[in-house]
Each structure stands twice: as C-alpha cells, then as structure tokens.
C-alpha cells in the first residue's frame, strides 16, 4: 500500500469473526485511496487476518473484562489503562484521520483515547443487543452504524445509522453455480452445518449421526464445518457410522474453510449458530436458514437474533435443547420436501440483505 495517501485511518475491532471481518470489509474498501492501520490484540484471530492482507498491525494487549471484583479483575484494569496509553501513542505516531470500531473488548482502548485525545470515532455494531463497548462508549462517536432496527433503543446517540452488517464484496459478485465449482460440487441441492469457525460441539455430534442417509438415500450434498477442536472426533465418528465417506464426492467435512464465501454462496440449507455476521453472509448468499442459537451468547444476543429472522419469516428456528438427530432430520426434511417453503424463506433472507451496507459506512467515515 502507498505511503503517499493523505488519509489516514485505524480500523480496531476483534477477539471474534463477528469483530473482525465487518472491520475488515470496511477496512479492505477504505484502503483503496488511504492508509489504513488495523489495531486488535496480536494473539487474537485479527492479527492474522490483518496481516495476511498487508495492513500494518498495531497491538494492544487487552483481554474480556472478568465479571467480578477480585484480582483478576484489578490486574485487567491495570493492562486496560495500559493498551489506552499505547492507542494514545499510536494516535500521536500516525496521526490518524477517524477511527472506525467494531465494539467489543479489542476496539475498547482505542476508543477511550479518541475521546482523550479528541480524534473522531464510529462505532458498528454488529447484534439486536449491542455489546457493553458499544452501548458505555458510543455516546461520543459521530456515527453509530448498526445491523438491526431493535438495536437503536439501546445506543445513546441521535446519529445512528441502520445499515446492515459489512460484508466481503465477493458475496455480490460470486454465483452459486460457480461456488459449486469452487468446491468440486455439481449443481444440485445443497446443505451446510456449521457452528462457526471454533465448531459447535452439539450441532457437530447431532449433524454427525444423519449425515449418511441424507447424502446416499436423500442425495443432497452436504458441507460439513467441524471447526478445529472438533474436527478429529467427528472424523473418528465418521468412521464407525459411515466407512467411506472419504470417497463420496458429495460429501466435504474440514474443520475450517478459508474460503467461507464459496461455502455460503453454494448453499441452499444452511444449519447455523445465530451469530449477526452469519447471519447477513446468510442472508447474502440467498440460503434458507436453520437457527441453533448459542445457549450461553452475551446478553443473550444469539437467541434475539435469530427470533427476529423468525418473525420475519426468514428462517428455521430450534433451541439447542431441543436439538437431537430426529429433530434436526425433520426440520431439514421440512425444507427438502417442501419447495414452497424453502423458496419462502430465501425470497425474505434476501429481503433482509443489505448487499450496500460496506459502502454506505465508509462514505459515513470519509465524512469524518
């Protein structure tokens, strides 16, 4: 990237992928005529995203605030003062034009040093209930952009924006058939289960148990998202309960795709955590959903977002205590075997995507 921008911008946000590829996106569009910093922790999934991508990565070394009053939590104080007072030298080193956050724990120490230092920020977030960063912090941002409608009640901010989630450019231009391709798939009916990329221990050894008659008795393709932790389990389940899957060409099972974009864009069915970035490549990729949400999600935003998609009529809805193997084959089968319905869904997934929202929060930063 060229030196010789006369813009200068931080993007800050991460711990997670519902952080760090909405900054990415808004990143990646921002640097193609300004210089562009990425601030996140350099153990965290962001720093190797940023840097894979050539933007110079700036550290701060802070952690999830601990709940309770104990050491733990003084001893994080101490690291927060700390990673403000490097944000503060950062600000002063590169002079940056705006800051733009993606809330959550990372983006925390940068934002505290805009406001000391006076430097404009945004804040996005990402959830139907924003996270503690951005609903504490957004108050002084100049713009608070936000995925949800049911969001605005909780930031204290008059300039706040519904856009949408960012999302990757590669999901407006990619179709399926040509996702398919990428993948080594024909074109025909196609399911995903996935449970983000650390995996979902109940999904994957639900998902596992019905993988075989789907692919070999109902004949639909199934990608098949482990995550790393899980991934050596499931195959050893794999093993017992279907030999040969190795050798069906309709069946693919890894425990991370790079290339997530394929993976959604070629996908009818998708079987899913609720998390908000999921769910806007979702509804990008024109695949009906079916919503497990995380039982345990912060504030509970997992579950509000996918009943929101429900009343939209934009998705299959089940509580993981309800999730067994013949709960999850009959809410397939109730798309499968109903082209109305599934066509129903799609048509108001792609309704709720908002295909312009990168673009609409970078002219809302340059604005700064």
């Not at 060229?2 to 991460?14: H, L, P, Q």
């Not at 300004?34 to 700036?58: P, Q």
């Not at 969001?151 to 040509?178: L, M, V």
């Not at 148990?209 to 899980?230: A, H, P, R, S, Y």
Request: net charge positive; proline share 5%.
């Amino acid at each position: 990237m060229s030196e010789t921008y006369n813009k200068v911008y931080f993007v800050t946000g991460g711990g997670t992928g519902g952080h760090i590829y909405p900054a990415m996106a808004v990143a990646d569009a921002l640097s193609e005529n300004a210089k562009v910093y990425y601030v996140g922790n350099k153990r965290n999934m962001e720093h190797e995203l940023a840097t894979k991508k050539g933007y110079k990565f700036l550290h701060v070394g802070i952690s999830g605030m601990p709940r309770k009053l104990n050491p733990k939590f003084f001893y994080w104080g101490i690291r927060l003062v700390r990673a403000i007072l490097y944000s503060i030298r950062y600000i002063k080193k590169y002079k940056p034009n705006a800051v733009f956050a993606t809330g959550g724990y990372v983006s925390a120490p940068m934002i505290f040093a805009c406001i000391i230092t006076k430097t404009p920020y945004m804040m996005h977030d990402c959830d139907i209930m924003p996270g503690l960063v951005t609903r504490r912090l957004s108050s002084r941002a100049k713009y608070v952009s936000l995925a949800f409608e049911k969001a605005k009640k909780y930031i204290p901010n008059k300039h706040t924006i519904i856009t949408g989630n960012p999302i990757r450019p590669e999901f407006t231009t990619i179709s399926k058939e040509d996702a398919r391709k990428n993948l080594g798939l024909k074109n025909q009916l196609t399911l995903t289960i996935m449970g983000g990329s650390q995996g979902a221990k109940a999904i994957n050894n639900t998902a596992v148990e019905i993988l075989k008659e789907f692919v070999q008795d109902v004949g639909v393709q199934i990608i098949f998202q482990t995550g790393k932790k899980n991934y050596k389990d499931i195959v050893e389940k794999l093993k017992l309960i279907y030999p040969g899957w190795e050798q069906e060409s309709g069946l693919i099972v890894k425990p991370y795709f790079s290339d997530m974009i394929s993976v959604l864009k070629a996908s009818d069915i998708v079987v899913s955590r609720a998390g908000s970035l999921s769910i806007s490549e979702i509804c990008a990729s024109n695949a009906a959903p079916i919503f497990i949400p995380y039982p345990h999600a912060a504030a509970n935003h997992q579950r509000l977002n996918a009943k929101y998609l429900l009343e939209k009529g934009a998705c299959v809805y089940l509580d993981e205590s309800e999730l067994d193997p013949n709960m999850l084959r009959k809410l397939i089968h109730s798309l499968i075997d109903n082209p109305i319905k599934l066509n129903y869904i799609k048509q108001n997934v792609s309704m709720l995507a908002k295909l312009d929202a990168t673009d609409n929060i970078v002219n809302l930063i340059k604005k700064l």
